[in-house]
């Protein structure tokens, strides 16, 4: 098997499991009267991947000439930056309830910038915090996807 071959298989079975996995999202209550609910842009996301994985997998397999799986080229992989976003991203689900959507959105992605040596702390800041700010004013106001504060901010305001 080539490497595409792989790929396109392992992309094609997380792309399934996606997409199986958005029916189980909770709609509120009359959203399904809505043009767009929490699973609008997850149903898009898992059909788009499934489609391009397919299209991958049958190029992969129409290519005969393509390099084959080696033990060199998986020594070759950057497994040790993979590993670190990994964690990275098991420490931002844990986080975005407790310090809230931006904060850790912020934290996330100036780690991020941080893990694939980026060393200019100005642009750091200015990219995560305008991202995250940005993102938050679109869902919030633009798109009509509300996102709580976080319970740090919450608490922060003595709303609860």
Do not use: C, H
């Amino acid at each position: 098997m080539t490497k595409n071959t792989i790929g396109s298989i392992f992309f094609l079975a997380f792309s399934s499991f996606y997409f199986y996995s958005v029916f189980s999202i909770k709609k509120m209550p009359m959203a399904q009267f809505e043009v767009m609910t929490a699973s609008t842009f997850p149903y898009y996301i898992g059909l788009t991947g499934i489609i391009v994985s397919i299209i991958l997998l049958i190029l992969s397999l129409l290519e005969k000439n393509e390099e084959k799986l080696s033990l060199t080229y998986l020594r070759s992989l950057d497994l040790k930056t993979t590993t670190f976003f990994i964690l990275l991203m098991i420490f931002y689900g844990f986080t975005i309830r407790p310090l809230g959507f931006i904060f850790s959105t912020m934290i996330f992605l100036a780690i991020g910038f941080l893990i694939l040596k980026e060393r200019n702390i100005k642009r750091i800041f200015l990219i995560s915090v305008g991202v995250s700010v940005g993102f938050y004013i679109l869902l919030n106001n633009v798109l009509g996807v509300y996102i709580d504060a976080g319970d740090f901010i919450n608490n922060l305001l003595g709303v609860n």
